[in-house]
């Protein structure tokens, strides 16, 4: 391999011909589209600012607010059929987010995320690429009163357990943050934040 870069780069050709990556994922290969996501509307505040923020590889906001851990535990659950309804109209993704969005109460089990994982690669397509997170984190001394006092935290720590577990062969990427300015209600994202969680995104999964 590195013979030939080394030719290329003899032969005055562009560091551009050579592909760059993304979490180890070619970018070439990240085509519009092709990553799904599911989560609640704190996933759809992502959703909503990657968009915004030029972001064509992963989907656009499809309606999942409110959608909690337990709406997707269930593969053939309403919040599944959504997915599906998306899927149907991009193709089978190759790569998706699963967001660990919680309510204070029931709040969230490993079991539970374990089993958003195994659904999200029934629905994707085949070997799909399975990035997972929390919700966002906020300044010390916030928090979100939906999740509860701690639950954001909560679900960071799922995430990350769910990284760190080879069984799962799921990707953490590190912790999306929202700043007391970039919060309109106590939970979710104004514009700014938005604006701000998508070019956060845009630095993890391009």
């Known amino acids: 391999m590195f013979p ?20 180890g994922l070619p970018s070439q290969q990240a085509a519009d589209h092709s990553m799904g996501f599911i989560g609640c509307s704190m996933g759809e505040n992502v959703a909503q600012g990657y968009v915004a923020v030029g972001g064509k590889r992963m989907w656009g906001p499809y309606g999942t607010g ?32 699963v967001q660990i969005c919680i309510f204070a109460n029931p709040g969230a089990t490993y079991t539970e995320v374990k089993q ?34 701690g639950g954001a935290e909560l679900t960071d720590r799922l995430a990350q357990q769910a990284g760190n577990d080879s ?9 999306f943050i929202l700043h007391q300015a970039e919060v309109q209600d106590g939970c979710h994202a104004n514009t700014a ?8 995104a845009m630095t993890f999964w391009g």
């Open 116 to 149: 958003l994982i195994a659904n999200a690669r029934s629905h994707a397509a085949p070997n799909a690429t399975i990035y997972i997170t929390g919700q966002p984190l906020y300044d010390p001394g916030q928090s979100c009163f939906l999740a509860g006092q």
């Open 193 to 200: 934040g938005q604006q701000s969680l998508g070019k956060q």
């Open 167 to 175: 069984t799962q062969g799921a990707i953490y990427p590190g912790s």
């Open 66 to 97: 409110a959608l909690v851990v337990q709406s997707w535990t269930n593969s053939n659950s309403a919040a599944w059929q959504k997915f599906d309804q998306q899927a149907a109209q991009y193709g089978k993704p190759d790569t998706v987010w």
């Open 4 to 23: 030939n870069i080394f030719h290329a780069l003899a032969s005055g050709m562009l560091f551009s011909a050579v592909p760059t990556t993304t979490m």
